[in-house]
């Protein structure tokens, strides 16, 4: 490699996107720690990967990202392991609602029952948590003028973006990823450290509770994916960026305008003040 390997988080990286996002990081050879609660598998598959990429070195770490305790300790871990750098977090982990919504039950006659909040959970206070352990790591880095010292990618989705009634609460953790990363952004650029998103339309991996549900849609190539993170990776001076993954195309998705100019000038203020 023409520059030193990077030491590099990726958070459900043993599956999925998380896999796709890990073996690319190792082909470049660079120091991959995945962090998933697959125990059964996940240490076969740093191994499988790092056969594959002996350039690379490529570790497992069980966790449950929904678990702070759990998040902290491996991100911990893994610092001191990788000689006290941490370069890139991926907070990918992701699971889905399997099946129909637990949010509304319309056909509910006894008591209410409460919705499922796994969800919710992995996908959005897991990233949270990732992404508060990431700013620690990345900020004892030594700083220099105008180099980055460190990205952070958030796996989002398209259903982020858009209305997704088949699972709201789904949508719910993705929207707010979104939401998560472009407030976010601002807060750290101060530190020299980027913060992105992806948001993948359709992708066959082992999220859907059913495969044949693919055969129905219009598949995106986890390629194009790849070429999202490249991107971001890429380019430091880009951050709060929401990259929609279609087909073979990376399209940055601007937030809303500001209604109105006194809208603007108060999210503004807030800021400028120091507090909300």
């Known amino acids: 490699m023409s520059t030193p390997p ?45 056969r594959e990429f002996p350039q690379s070195a490529v570790s497992f770490h069980q966790c449950n990202v929904s678990s702070w305790d759990e998040q902290a300790a491996a ?31 319309l056909d509910e006659k006894e ?35 105008g180099a980055s010292r460190g990205s952070i990618i958030c796996t989002a989705s398209n259903a982020g973006l858009y209305p997704f009634p088949i699972a709201p609460l789904y949508a719910t ?18 530190a020299n450290i980027q913060i992105n998103a992806l948001a993948p339309a359709v992708l066959d991996t082992n999220i859907a509770p059913d495969k044949d549900l693919f055969k129905h849609m219009v ?26 993954i279609h087909g073979d195309k990376v399209t940055i998705r601007p937030p809303h305008e500001y209604v109105d100019e006194e809208s603007r000038q108060n999210i503004e203020t807030f800021w400028r003040l120091g507090y909300a």
């Not at 796709?20 to 996940?42: K, P, Q």
């Not at 907070?91 to 129909?100: I, P």
């Not at 990823?177 to 650029?189: C, Y």
């Open 173 to 190: 953790s993705k929207f707010g990823v979104v939401g998560l990363v472009r407030s976010t952004a601002t807060v750290i650029e101060k």
């Open 111 to 145: 008591e209410p029952s409460p919705p499922k909040m796994t969800t919710v959970e992995v996908n959005l206070v897991g990233a949270i948590y990732s992404v508060n352990l990431a700013v620690h790591y990345m900020n004892k880095k030594p700083k220099t003028e």
């Open 6 to 50: 990077k030491s590099i988080v990726v958070t459900g990286g043993a599956s999925g996107i998380g896999l796709a996002i890990t073996r690319h990081f190792a082909s470049e050879g660079h120091r991959v720690a995945i962090l998933d609660l697959n125990a059964a598998s996940g240490p076969g598959v740093a191994a499988s990967v790092a």
């Open 219 to 244: 598949v995106t190539p986890m390629e194009t994916l790849i070429r999202g993170v490249d991107q971001f990776i890429a380019d430091p001076s880009v951050s709060g960026a929401v990259a929609e």
């Open 75 to 105: 991100f911990g871990r893994v610092f001191r392991e990788h000689g006290g750098r941490l370069d890139v977090v991926v907070a990918n982990a992701g699971v889905s609602e399997q099946g129909a919504t637990t949010l509304v039950r």
